[in-house]
């Protein structure tokens, strides 16, 4: 096997463990979420403003409060999932293009996956910030902040992905 293959090898492998950990985190979140929908998370992802994070919270049951704080708990885990395989499928398939421009790009968009998951965290560390001790106007706007980045960042690795793939397929022919 030659470095080339070797590489592209070990980063199929990698794709696969963080895409087995990204389903296994959504699996278990939806099984323990007991019909917590990932709408309720985002919509306090984006409260923005203390008082829309003040209503939304006054609306919880304590159950539903011990809910999303295990969501975002097992959050953690998908984070690490989601960014490892968008991290690897850039790269992948920027390489796959067989454009060299695209190869380039692909190694560069891939740390939009990681920088996406790094906002994702501070995000949740803002939101259990929030549930758990007090809401202070700061930690919700820069959580909502975060969430944005987050969010933005990931259509653009997820657009890259997109544009690489179509390459792909055209070179196939």
């Known amino acids: 096997m030659d470095a080339s293959s070797q590489g592209s090898y070990s980063k199929g492998r990698a794709f696969w463990l963080f895409f087995t950990i ?102 949740n560390f803002g939101m259990l910030f929030t549930i758990r001790q007090k809401v202070i106007g700061w930690i919700v706007h820069f959580t909502y902040d975060m969430a944005l980045v987050k969010f933005s960042l990931l259509f653009i690795v997820l657009m890259f992905v997109v544009i690489a793939g179509v390459s792909w397929i055209f070179k196939k022919r």
């Open 22 to 123: 990204a389903v296994l985190a959504f699996l278990l979140m939806s099984f323990w979420g007991d019909g917590l929908s990932s709408s309720s998370i985002i919509d306090f992802e984006i409260a923005k403003t203390p008082e829309r994070a003040k209503e939304l919270m006054a609306t919880w049951t304590s159950h539903y409060r011990e809910q999303l704080l295990k969501a975002i708990y097992i959050d953690f885990v998908f984070i690490i999932g989601y960014a490892g395989t968008l991290f690897y499928t850039s790269r992948i398939m920027g390489h796959a293009s067989a454009h060299p421009i695209l190869k380039k790009a692909g190694d560069i968009f891939s740390f939009g996956a990681i920088a996406a998951g790094i906002c994702d965290i501070l995000e």
